[in-house]
Every structure is written in structure tokens, then in C-alpha cells.
Nanobody, 122 residues
Framework: VQLQAFGGGLVQAGGSLRLSCAAS????????MGWFRQAPGKEREFVAA????????YYADSVKGRFTISRNTAKNTINLQMNSLKPEDTAVYYC????????????????WGQGTLVTVSS
């Protein structure tokens, strides 16, 4: 099973980026998928999660209203549209899969991608 995240890069504050994560090796059509991030010197933190049907989403307060998570179940992919980016959004973003609830903590995800770096300049 492999999760490959891509789409990171350097953007100015106020700009936008779209991250994608493609899963291979098994389908996650009945599982929650999500995004986490880890900034330099900080612990990993939850960003957003989406239920298996795409109807249920959950966001960290710090990104609510700015980020939108979506999924294409047929393609086994999820996306994270990030708007109004702030320097404090700078981090390595990881996609994860296999949880049973959108409010699950990171320990409840079974599979993790390698991460993609997002850098927001001020």
C-alpha cells in the first residue's frame, strides 16, 4: 500500500496551493482519509479529514474556512485546496488513510504518505 502526496511548493502569503494524494495497493473507499502537517520543531498536527462518501468533513480550527478537503473515491485520491495561506501554514503535509472516524487522531490511521513540503513566505 502506498500513499503519494504531491502539490507542495513555495507560495506567498495570501496565495493558494492544491495538494493531492493518490493511494495505490488497496482501496480506501470505506475508510476515512485525512491530512496532517508537521512544522519544523513542532509536533504533527491534524489538518482535515473526509469520510468515505465525501459527505462528512472535519477541519482543524486553524484552517477552517481556508482549506477544503475533497475526495474522488473512484480514483482513490484526496485533495486539499488551501487558500489564504499564512506563514504559519508552512509545514510538511502528510496524507493518511485507514481511520474509522473523521475525528480520529493520527494514531488511528493505518497508512501514511511520504509528505510534501509547503512553504509560505511573508
Amino acid at each position: 500500500v502506498q500513499l503519494q502526496a504531491f502539490g507542495g511548493g513555495l507560495v506567498q502569503a495570501g496565495g493558494s496551493l492544491r495538494l493531492s494524494c493518490a493511494a495505490s495497493g488497496r482501496t480506501f473507499s470505506r475508510n476515512v482519509m485525512g491530512w496532517f502537517r508537521q512544522a519544523p520543531g513542532k509536533e504533527r498536527e491534524f489538518v482535515a479529514a473526509i469520510g468515505w462518501s465525501g459527505a462528512t468533513t472535519y477541519y482543524a480550527d486553524s484552517v477552517k474556512g481556508r482549506f477544503t478537503i475533497s475526495r474522488n473515491t473512484a480514483k482513490n485520491t484526496i485533495n486539499l485546496q488551501m487558500n489564504s495561506l499564512k506563514p504559519e501554514d508552512t509545514a510538511v503535509y502528510y496524507c493518511a488513510a485507514g481511520a474509522k472516524s473523521v475525528v480520529a487522531g493520527g494514531d488511528e490511521y493505518d497508512y501514511w504518505g511520504q509528505g510534501t513540503l509547503v512553504t509560505v513566505s511573508s
